[in-house]
């Protein structure tokens, strides 16, 4: 039986992971069916379920709005992205009561003057001290400084200044929030425009025209043109014959333009029932506008933007990214608890989870290459997703290779790892977002950039192969002779792989700069990264071909290169220089620092005398005829 448990978990995870596509039952608002519609945001279709998770995203850092009991805190109510951003478009009232805002430093709460202990605060919280927030805001601003000359109250109030905006903004991207009923006030304005506009004309050629007329008119175009200017997703599409993936506009523009087309649009009249029906809570009229939408949109040429709404939904409920995640972990343990008890099911079993884990991750990194048309890599996000990709497919090999459990713990680790900072840059907003002129080039893409992403891959993979080295050498007396020479051959032999990855993708991002910026070379912070690695790869590697660095060494020489890896990945980003413009950022400056003493404490470690490694004590402590093989730490004896 024992033999089949790897068989077994692998079965349970993958059911596990089919469980959790099966939608739950909508009993009254078909809530997914809403988060299907296609709206153009940041410059690409994506459905409003998308728009809710990003946005919620920035503004809670989760994807969920828990309401609790202010007395017991006892959650009473958990709603959906799209459950809440319902709320946000059609009772924006109820929404301002929701605790959406995640504030974390605790002047900017002092500033609010809010008296709970909490971190989630709603906009009536907040909105009491929003002219103190506002006026702090402008002297910010008014300094001139960037923001990494903030102190971290400035960048905390900059935040969440910016975060209100977001969220006013979508409050105000279908009607403004002071209109309740939408659907008499469109069809007062209907009736509004054929008079107003004749009495706009008779105004125009000096006759005698309707003042009242007039008047009905520019009321109702005045109370939509801040929607125009302010709202945030481009919700009404333009029913053209032949429609550009741009002929979108936003409610406030549609509702303004009909004035002069002489009609509404007809989105805006679903929409409007949509929110009239939400407001009296009758699901069967929501439900029905909903599919009536849809109906439209299929039949006005929107076939394409609809297939793009429904997948991306479909994406997003999968959170493959997540999933892996949570596998990685459990692989993880199993391979921890197989080295404590040697055990070499849970070996394989550990193997069998990290497979399962590869699976998903390598679904969700595909599903999200089809969904834009794009390579594996054009972000942050994105570059940690497939560094985490890449780290696992190298940590498995290995265990292939090897079968000791260490290339599955180096896959756990790494892709765990790599998927907790995908997670926290998707706090920034869409991570699908329209890519800057310089990257929109597929060819560059699939090659500079997937290339020298796997040359970090490989660097991170080496390292932490050294950190298992040092610490199982220094803490524990688990590293015997042959474990040692094992993880030295594969430091070795990854490294190998890494200056190769690195590079070939330095010279391919050369000649990508030379089309692009007209220069193969121009000592750009991300370019001097890039050299890093390759040159500290190299030094290893004649460090170790020339002899001159014992071989612990060698692995505190290897730990570095993490700290040179995260540099040229993370650090560059931080400076504030440089033509990679499209990859700063600054958020995780205390992350960056705390992984790098890590590293830097691990080397520390390595570089101690060898009487202070454990392996070492029990080697020399244990009798000759033992029978245990002597470590490749200890200094052979010269032959008399």
């Not at 995870?13 to 608002?29: D, G, Q, R, Y």
């Not at 971190?119 to 910010?140: M, T, V």
């Not at 969904?371 to 890599?377: A, K, N, S, T, Y």
Request: charged share 20%.
């Amino acid at each position: 039986m024992k033999r089949y448990l790897p068989w077994l978990v692998a079965g349970l995870a993958v059911a596990w992971l089919v469980s959790t596509l099966i939608p739950p039952a909508e009993k009254e608002f078909q809530s997914r069916e809403f988060g299907r519609l296609p709206v153009l945001l940041n410059g690409r279709v994506q459905p409003l379920d998308s728009v809710a998770r990003n946005a919620l995203l920035q503004l809670r850092a989760k994807q969920s709005v828990r309401v609790t009991d202010s007395a017991t805190g006892k959650t009473l109510l958990t709603l959906s992205a799209i459950d809440w951003l319902k709320e946000v478009l059609f009772r924006p009232e109820l929404a301002d009561t929701r605790p959406t805002f995640r504030v974390d430093h605790p002047e900017v709460i002092a500033l609010l003057k809010i008296r709970r202990e909490d971190k989630h605060f709603s906009f009536a919280e907040i909105q009491p001290a929003l002219g103190d927030l506002e006026n702090e805001a402008r002297r910010i601003n008014g300094s001139g400084m960037k923001p990494e000359q903030q102190t971290p109250f400035e960048k905390a109030v900059m935040g969440l200044y910016n975060r209100l905006i977001l969220y006013r903004r979508l409050k105000n991207s279908l009607k403004p929030e002071s209109i309740t009923e939408l659907v008499p006030f469109q069809a007062a304005y209907q009736q509004s425009i054929a008079p107003g506009r004749a009495a706009a004309e008779a105004q125009r050629e000096g006759k005698p025209f309707d003042q009242a007329a007039l008047d009905a008119l520019v009321g109702k175009l005045t109370e939509f043109e801040m929607v125009s200017r302010f709202a945030y997703p481009l919700m009404i599409p333009v029913a053209t014959a032949e429609h550009a993936k741009e002929d979108w506009e936003n409610a406030g523009t549609a509702m303004m333009e009909a004035a002069r087309r002489g009609s509404l649009p007809e989105p805006m009249g679903f929409y409007a029932a949509m929110n009239d029906a939400f407001r009296a809570g009758d699901s069967g009229r929501f439900n029905q506008a909903v599919a009536d939408y849809h109906t439209w949109l299929k039949g006005h040429g929107y076939q394409r933007e609809v297939t793009k709404g429904q997948n991306e939904h479909f994406y997003n409920r999968l959170q493959a990214f997540y999933r892996s995640m949570v596998l990685y972990v459990g692989a993880l343990l199993c391979a921890f608890i197989s080295w404590i008890n040697r055990n070499e099911i849970l070996r394989r079993t550990a193997v069998s989870l990290t497979w399962v884990a590869l699976v998903v991750h390598t679904g969700g990194l595909i599903f999200r290459m089809a969904l834009e048309g794009r390579p594996p890599v054009t972000n942050l996000y994105s570059s940690a997703i497939f560094i985490g990709w890449g780290t696992v497919i190298l940590g498995l090999l290995l265990e292939r290779f090897y079968r000791d459990g260490i290339g599955t713990v180096v896959a756990g680790v790494t892709g765990f790892c790599t998927l907790v900072v995908a997670h926290n840059l998707a706090t920034s907003g869409d991570t699908m977002e329209m890519l800057r002129a310089v990257l929109d080039t597929n060819f560059w893409l699939a090659t500079h950039v997937v290339v020298i992403t796997l040359g970090y891959s490989a660097t991170f993979v080496a390292g932490f192969l050294a950190v298992l080295y040092i610490l199982r050498g220094f803490l524990t007396s688990t590293l015997t002779a042959d474990g040692a020479r094992t993880l030295s051959r594969m430091v070795y032999g990854i490294t190998c792989f890494a200056i190769l990855c690195s590079f070939v993708g330095t010279v391919l991002g050369g000649i990508w700069a030379d089309q692009s910026w007209g220069r193969f070379w121009g000592w750009d912070p991300k370019e001097n990264g890039a050299l890093l690695i390759v040159i500290w790869n190299a030094f290893y590697l004649h460090a170790r071909w020339g002899k001159v660095l014992s071989e612990k060494a060698l692995m505190a020489t290897a730990v570095f290169g993490n700290v040179i890896t995260a540099f040229s990945w993370f650090g560059v980003n931080m400076l504030g220089i440089g033509l990679h413009s499209y990859g700063f950022m600054d958020a995780a400056f205390k992350w960056l620092i705390l992984f790098d003493v890590t590293q830097l404490v691990i080397i520390g470690m390595a570089l101690l005398p060898l009487r202070y490694w454990r392996s070492f004590k029990e080697m020399s402590q244990a009798p000759a005829s033992g029978g245990r093989k002597s470590s490749p730490l200890v200094p052979k004896p010269k032959p008399a």
